[in-house]
């Protein structure tokens, strides 16, 4: 066997093997005595019909597992010759069919790990915007925990829509005669006095009785998603079905015990430290933006096909589908595999980026670094650790060596942050409904 190495790209090798006709032969021999083993042929015991007469009624098929046979028993021997480190499986090029007695040769494309030497991931200039949590962020927090808990009943008959009422609205638009289907729809519900609706729907309903109908006036905002129609104005007939009133809980210990917490001021200082955590995960995506923005400015290189192929299916193995067989279609759908390519391939660049960084400053996670890793996630998630250590080290397990590695991934981002410039700016804060 002789192997012959082709640079194709930074990050794909063509690899072509060439097999002597002794090993051709020796490949069709095997084959044959294979088949003759289980071949039942008229007129002949099971297994003992003569090589002619198989090679007679096979010969001409047969090539196909010969071939399968050269590269399967060739292509990997002659990859680890070469030293090449493949990083997914090879793509045969030529699969011709040999012939007996002849010589064979086929080729392959491997791809293989660019060689990275990444520059500047110390000393970067980054900024991010923070937000400083406040009395009043907590105060809006608990105001919608009130709102969740609340017992809501209809209206009475008569009643005037006013703030604080959740009413059921229907609503039909035109522009210019036409029908604007942004600005129509059917029995949606929503809250009066909080800013919701848009201002001049918001005055049209308040006043308003179960039954009643208005006409209205809309100045089309930016956010629609037909951006001709920004600037112009909606005619609106609204239309108002139902009234509900909310009875809202007070603010005190037994709305915290509702909640399983002692009291109030527990509650209150789980809020805080949960607004807390959003705001230091708010600033950290920033910073990593940030990171892979200046890293990919000033370090180019190519990235395996095969890598970018297996970030998409791991994108399709993290989204949320009805059905397995719905994810499996969604693979293979070419049209939709083109549409992550894009995402797939940056996130592979920013793999290769940190997998850099992690090589070159020896980082690596230790026992206790992966105890405090799995006991902070499982923390925030189950409301404080387990007491049992055999339900921790089961649920470690059960995290695998992929929570390892982000774990690695993290450090090596805490790294490249440590060592930069930050500028930060204040951010008004703004609490999730």
Do not use: C, W
Request: aromatic share 6%.
């Amino acid at each position: 066997m002789k192997a012959h190495v082709e640079e194709v790209s930074s990050v794909q090798r063509r690899i072509k093997v060439e097999l002597s006709a002794i090993d051709v032969k020796s490949a069709f021999d095997s084959v044959y005595k294979n088949l003759q083993g289980k071949a039942r042929i008229n007129g002949f015991r099971p297994g003992k019909a003569p090589l002619n007469v198989i090679k007679k009624m096979y010969g001409s098929s047969i090539a196909y597992d010969v071939a399968d046979q050269l590269v399967r028993n060739n292509l990997f021997t002659a990859i680890e010759k070469e030293s090449l480190r493949p990083i997914s499986a090879p793509v045969l090029e030529t699969f011709d069919l040999p012939k007996e007695d002849a010589e064979y040769t086929f080729s392959a494309i491997v791809d293989i790990l660019p060689a990275l030497s990444i520059d500047g991931y110390k000393g970067l200039n980054l900024s991010a915007s923070v937000v400083d949590v406040s009395d009043s962020d907590v105060e809006r927090e608990i105001e919608f925990i009130q709102r969740r808990q609340a017992k809501s009943k209809d209206a009475a008959e008569g009643t005037v829509a006013k703030a604080g009422h959740v009413v059921n609205i229907s609503q039909k638009a035109t522009i210019d005669g036409e029908e604007f289907s942004e600005f129509t729809f059917d029995k949606v519900p929503v809250e009066l006095g909080k800013n919701y609706l848009l201002p001049e729907l918001e005055t049209a309903v308040v006043g308003m009785k179960v039954g009643d109908e208005k006409k209205v006036e809309i100045a089309v905002p930016e956010h629609v998603l037909d951006k001709s129609k920004v600037g112009k104005t909606a005619q609106a007939t609204v239309k108002l079905e139902g009234i509900t009133e909310l009875t809202l809980p007070e603010v005190n210990d037994e709305l915290a015990k509702d909640l399983g917490l002692e009291s109030l001021e527990l509650l209150k200082t789980n809020i805080r430290d949960r607004l807390d955590k959003q705001a230091e995960g708010h600033k950290r995506n920033q910073l990593e933006t940030g990171i892979f923005e200046e890293l990919n400015k000033t370090n180019n290189f190519e990235v395996p096909p095969s890598m970018v192929e297996q970030v998409i299916d791991s994108m399709f193995d993290e989204a949320e589908f009805s059905s397995d067989a719905e994810r499996k279609a969604m693979k293979a759908n070419q049209g939709e595999r083109e549409k992550a390519r894009e995402t797939a391939l940056q996130r592979a660049r920013n793999t290769l980026i940190l997998s850099e960084v992690i090589k070159s400053e020896k980082i690596n996670v230790t026992d206790d670094d992966f105890d405090a890793y799995v006991k902070e996630l499982i923390g925030g998630s189950m409301g404080g650790m387990p007491a049992d250590a055999k339900l921790f080290e089961s649920i470690k397990a059960s995290m695998g060596q992929h929570a390892r590695e982000s774990l690695l991934f993290k450090k090596a981002i805490d790294f490249v942050i440590s060592h930069s410039k930050i500028t930060e700016t204040k951010e008004l804060s703004a609490s999730p409904a």
